[in-house]
Structures are given as structure tokens and as C-alpha cells.
């Protein structure tokens, strides 16, 4: 049976052609026997009146059988063949054209020393064309020396043993030449480094409750901490013991947010651990009074928590302010953050300011219930009341039984609030200052008004207006 056959769509007649991809892709980076063998099997694909078998090609050839045979496994890890059986040996050629990328190949001559250095390092199995090319490709791409890599090969199997596979080693020769550990010196020294980090290693894996050894991701980490972020001994432990989750990626997340933080100390780290649990339970506090149940705290800290605590309300006026708002009808954060805000833009900020406030609304909330009540209504105060109070007694400084006066001259009217305004105001214009004077207003005859001259009017510009009634220029002396 031929060991050798087209596939399908690599059927040719009469002839052998060669691919121009194998030609300018693969055919310079191959040795002389590499290129025999593959042009030789495609002669016999296409003649198989010749003796096709493994033996006759490696008379033809002056090659070794087992050199052909690992030859077409090379040849099989870069898409060029199928091996369909090893015993006997069935190989079908591929085309060319259907790959989707020829990888790219190096002199074997070129790295010779260094393939037979690294063969040794794995006795147990013979390594690849396929990985022999992959570490080929990184010397070519950083640059680092041969005797470097090989140190780095031996220091994964010494970490992940034999078996430990190509992709992994170059990740980690990949990393270290990008922090420009290139020659066998500076493999040296990151050696050194893990080697000096054993101790305070240890501690980490204790403090996360962690058992057994730590990988080389870990060990990068931990060099990674104490060099380019800063931390020393204390502080890394500290942060690993109050760490919820006993992961090297949780503390490696939780150390780099110190860092963003500017904490470094142990000292610095405990107080912030604190204030976060402080936060926290301000936020469970919250929740609780108002009426609200989150399964992450985290977002609720950073958009409420954080901003009201900046603003200076502790835990118990914000209990307070919650619990005021959970009777009030007002439900939710946001609700919860509008009234916050309010009480800060007022400066009311204390425990004490914000009993006084809630006194001094609702102790204003029973006159203004008694207003409506003497204008012949029985509704409930709502704020458009509260802003009239405010008006009448500070702004136009009329007292309580004025006020109540000038409710009961409403009753029976369509509109209470409009006339009591209209009264009040026109009170205010005539400089009423007592219930004396307000009730001789109320029942004095309306008295002949002396023609008011014509004013003669004219148009006036859009900066004129804003002079007079921009940002509230009209004052009592105006008037």
C-alpha cells in the first residue's frame, strides 16, 4: 500500500509541481534533506508505478528512515501534511492554499547549540519540530540570549516539572523580557529576587490561609508589590489578613487600589479598613431605617455613602434623616439623597440642627394648618403653603394674628390663598404694622384715589430689564 498520496484537491497529472508558497514561505529556512524528502514524496504521489514505501525513499534519498519520519512529523505540526498512519507510515499532502497562515521558519543551523541544550532538558520525551520552531521565533522576536531562555525553561520545570509545556514558558519569558531581563545576568538576578521573597512568602500563604506552594504568577506578583509598588513586609501582610477573599489575585486587586490611594503603611491600611467598615455599616444602617436591601454594598458606598460622609453627616444623623424619610413616604436612595442635599444646602448638618429643623417645620406646619383652617378649609398644609408663611412673615414681617385675620376675612372665597395674598399684600403697601391697623384697613370705606398721572411709557432694551429685575434687584425700598 503507498505510504504517500494527494488529497483530493491536490490531484495533479504527470507532473510534480511544487507550491510557491513552499518555495518562498518554507523551502530558505529548511535544510537540504527537509526540502528532499517533501519535494520526493510529492514525485512519488504523483508516479505510483515507483515503489512507494519508507524504505526505497530512504535508498533513494540517502536519509534515514527515522530521519524521514520525523521529518514529516515537522512537516505534519505546520499543516503541510496528515500523517494518516505511523505504522505503516500513510502521509497525504495538503494544499498549500487552504492554510490559513504558513508559520514562519528558522535555519535549524542557526540555533543547533540551542536545540540540543534544550532537548536535554526534558529526558523523558522528545520535543516537537513545532516547539523547537516556537522558541525559535521568541529569540528572534526579543532578543534575548539563548543561554537567558534556557535558564527560564529550567526554572518552569523546576516550578511546574517536566511536563511543563511550551506556551506557559514563553508567557513567562515574554513577561520578563518586557521588563528587560534579556541576558543570563538578569535571569540571575530575577532568580535572585524569588529566591530573596521565600520568607515573606511563606507569611503571605499563611495569612491567606493558603497551603502548599505558591506558582511563579504568584511569586511574580509578590516581587511585583514590594519593587514596583512600594510595599514593604508589614503592610502586605496586614493587607492579606484583612482580605475577604484568600486569593493572590483579590490582595493583588486590593494592593493596587493602595497604591492608587497613596496608602502604603500598615498603619495607613488599618485606618482604611476601618473607615470602610465604618462606611459599611452606615450603609446597612441606612438601608435598615428606610427601607431598602441591596446585595452589594460597594456601588451604594461610592455614589451615597462616600459623598454624605465628605459632606460632614455621621451614622446618626443619617439614621435620623432615613428614618424621618421612611415615615414621610419617601422611599429609596435617591429619594434619600434629594433630602440630604437640602438639609446641606441649608448647612443643617448635625444631629442637633437637624432636631431643631423637623421641630421648627412642624411646629410652622400647626400655623399654617390653623391658617387654612381659619380661611374655611380643611386640606392639608402642602409647600406652596409653607412658601406663602415664609413670604408673609419674613419677607413682608407681618405676625401671626395678622395672618390668621386676613384668613378668616377669606372664608367664602373661591380662591382663600389667592385673596389672603391680595390682602396681605395690599396691607403691606399701606404699612400696616398691627392687628389694630389691619382690621381699621379691612373695615374702612374705600376712600376717592386721586387720579394717578398718565406715565408715558416706552420700550425698554434687554439689559435695561436686567438691571432692575436680574438677580432679584427688587427691594424693600423700591417698593
Known sequence: MAFAKFSSDFLMNNYTLVDN????????????????????????????????????????????PSKIVETFQFFEDNGLVKIKSKMPLEVEYLCLKNQNQLPKKYKTGKYSDFSSHLQTLFPSRMLTPNEFNEYFGFLENY?????????????????????????????????????????????????????????????????????????????????????????????IICAAKSSKSKTFKALDAKLNEFYKLSIFTEQEIKNYNKH????????????????????????????????????????????????????????GLEGLNSIINNFYSKGIISNEAIEEYVSNQVHEGEKIKKIIEASGSMRNVSSSDRTFYQTWTKDWGFTDDIILFAAESAVGKLYA???????????KNANVKTLEEAQKANTAPAQKTTPVPQIKTRDYTSEELKGVFGNNNISDSDI
Not at 295 to 324: C, Q
Not at 417 to 427: A, D, F, P, R
Open 21 to 64: 508558497l513552499f518555495i518562498t514561505e518554507l523551502l530558505p529556512n529548511l535544510e537540504s534533506e527537509e526540502i528532499k524528502i517533501y519535494i520526493y514524496g510529492q514525485y512519488l504521489c504523483m508516479n505510483q508505478s515507483k515503489d512507494n514505501s519508507l524504505e526505497e525513499m530512504g535508498k533513494a534519498l540517502g536519509v534515514a
Open 143 to 235: 532578543a534575548m540570549d539563548q543561554d537567558a531562555l534556557l535558564m527560564v525553561v529550567q526554572f518552569c520545570i523546576d516550578t511546574k516539572g517536566e511536563t511543563v509545556r511550551y506556551p506557559y514558558v514563553l508567557t513567562i519569558a515574554k513577561d520578563w523580557a518586557s521588563q528587560g531581563v534579556k541576558t543570563v545576568e538578569d535571569v540571575e538576578i530575577k532568580l535572585n529576587d524569588f529566591e530573596t521573597q521565600s520568607e515573606l512568602m511563606r507569611k503571605v500563604l499563611v495569612a491567606l490561609n493558603r497551603k502548599g506552594a505558591a506558582d511563579l504568577e504568584e511569586k511574580q506578583m509578590l516581587i511585583n508589590w514590594t519593587t514596583n509598588l512600594g510595599f514593604n513586609q508589614e503592610a
Open 276 to 331: 470602610r467598615e465604618e462606611l459599611e455599616d452606615i450603609a446597612l444602617t441606612v438601608n435598615n431605617e428606610i427601607g431598602t436591601s441591596y446585595r452589594e454594598l460597594e456601588p451604594e458606598i461610592e455614589t451615597y455613602i462616600v459623598p454624605w460622609t465628605n459632606k460632614g453627616f455621621n451614622k446618626d444623623t443619617l439614621k435620623k434623616i432615613a428614618h424621618y424619610c421612611f415615615i414621610s413616604g419617601v422611599r
Open 417 to 427: 390663598m389667592s385673596y389672603i395674598n391680595q390682602l396681605l399684600s395690599k396691607w
